[in-house]
């Protein structure tokens, strides 16, 4: 066994697990319950919009909707999160949200619904995810020592979630009503924020500075810019979003629709969260001496999601890479949050976490636009190709940057010294 190794087994012996940390728990449970509110929320609302007769436009509207607020004010959210800390602003969202999802239930259970009033509602909705998802990153190292297997433990829990919520909200909408779903989206909600609410007797010091609100957001882009390897991941990533993630989605599922049926693609769209569970899993037990090359190293696999369609493979081969994918992707994001979390003082974590969320999510939607039209000027294989091998391209430009290179693991102890800075 190398010094390198026998450094890394004596941390993982060391540090105690993060179950054994109510705080964590807490917050464990809080983040499982939003992310099968989240998980819901996209059944429940095509149900309710495409039962109202507004069509598949409607269905883009209302998304739209709820989106934009996320987009336009996730960079204030991480401000007002180092403001009022994470914890305040996290359950006060969540109050929001189960506010706005019982409104939707009421509306449509009287059967007064306009396509005005879910977009309404939704976007208030939307604001409040914004002022919530700053405040994730920087409440990891405050729950648990372990922030890697702290990590990982959610990571696999978004997995599960994502598998479950669709599947308990088409349910909900078959067996009961869709008003009734947006309850129970609701009352998850709730569960949220009861999860979060003891979390706020955390020694969290509040920012009491006066500086305005641009002032605090240009601290927060100083500490963002200051890190090569932060500006360059968001950068690459930013790409990766528009030609593989935004095209990705929608025209892989209409091709494996196309090639191996409803029910196919629904059983490879599970060996896909499969593989993320799997990720998760490795996340807790792998810990590199350079992370973020370790992961983006996963994140080579990725490239088979689009490049199964493309090439019409097999069910059996298709299902496999999307296991595997899932797997690289997973990893991939527990090395990366864990690099964040442990090299970015507390102080401004929430608005470094922002710029993250911002660069990460922003041309999502663009890539998802652009590739429907793109799809029917060359093909759809086509264009699932071409993110196949932009894919591969773009991590091999995130590892030939020096600093994401040289990143090592933060060492032990090390977020101690992150909040005292």
């Known amino acids: 066994m190398t010094t390198n190794d026998t450094t890394v087994q004596r941390e ?29 929320l996209m059944v429940s609302l095509t149900t309710a ?10 269905v883009g509207y209302a998304l739209a909707a709820w989106m934009a607020p996320i987009v336009l004010l996730v960079l204030f959210g991480g401000v007002f999160a180092d403001r009022f800390t994470p914890q305040v602003m996290m359950v006060g969202a969540d109050v929001v949200r189960m506010v706005a999802m019982l409104a939707l239930a009421a509306l449509l259970a009287v059967g007064d619904m306009r396509l005005w009033h879910m977009m309404a509602l939704l976007a208030l909705s939307g604001a409040a995810t914004a002022m919530f998802q700053p405040g994730l990153a920087s409440l990891v190292p405050r729950v648990a020592e372990d922030i890697q297997r702290a990590n990982a433990l959610l990571r696999i829990s978004e997995s599960i979630c994502t598998l479950l919520g669709p599947g308990l909200s088409g349910l909900l ?27 706020r007797k955390l020694g969290t010091a509040r920012d009491e500075s006066d500086e305005p609100i641009l002032r605090r957001l240009a601290t927060g882009w100083h500490e963002f810019r200051s890190r090569s390897w932060l500006w360059g991941v968001i ?31 629904g059983w490879i769209a599970s060996a896909d969260g499969a593989g993320t569970i799997v990720g998760g899993l490795l996340g807790m037990r792998v810990r590199p001496s350079r992370p973020l090359v370790a992961g983006a190293c996963a994140m080579f696999f990725f490239s088979l999601n689009p490049l199964a369609p493309a090439l019409g493979w097999s069910f059996t081969l298709t299902a496999l890479t999307g296991v595997v994918a899932g797997c690289g992707f997973a990893f991939w994001g527990v090395m990366w949050a864990t690099s964040v979390q442990s090299h970015i003082p507390l102080a401004v974590l929430s608005r470094v976490s922002a710029y993250d969320v911002a660069g990460s999510i ?49 060492p032990e102890g090390a977020e101690d010294r992150l909040r005292q800075r």
Request: glycine share 10%; with cysteine; aromatic share 10%.
């Open 235 to 265: 950068a690459v990533w930013s790409v990766y979003g528009l030609f593989v993630f935004g095209p990705a989605l929608p025209l892989g599922a209409a091709l494996l629709t196309e090639q191996h049926g409803a029910s196919g693609y």
């Open 362 to 410: 922003m041309v999502i939607p663009l890539g998802r636009a652009l590739s429907g039209p793109a799809a029917e000027s060359v093909g759809a294989d086509r264009v699932l190709l071409f993110s196949s091998v932009m894919g591969l391209a773009l991590i091999a430009v995130m590892l030939s940057v020096p600093a994401v290179r040289a990143l090592r693991r933060a």
């Open 49 to 58: 919009v495409l039962g109202a007769g507004y069509g598949a436009a409607g």
């Open 12 to 40: 993982r012996n060391s540090l105690p697990s993060p179950w054994r940390s109510p705080r964590f728990r807490l917050f464990f449970t809080a983040r499982s319950t939003s992310l099968l509110a989240d998980g819901m």
């Open 173 to 199: 909408v078959a067996y009961w009503d869709v008003a009734g779903s947006f309850v129970v989206i609701a009352a998850f909600y709730a569960c949220s924020a009861l999860g979060l609410a003891p979390l």
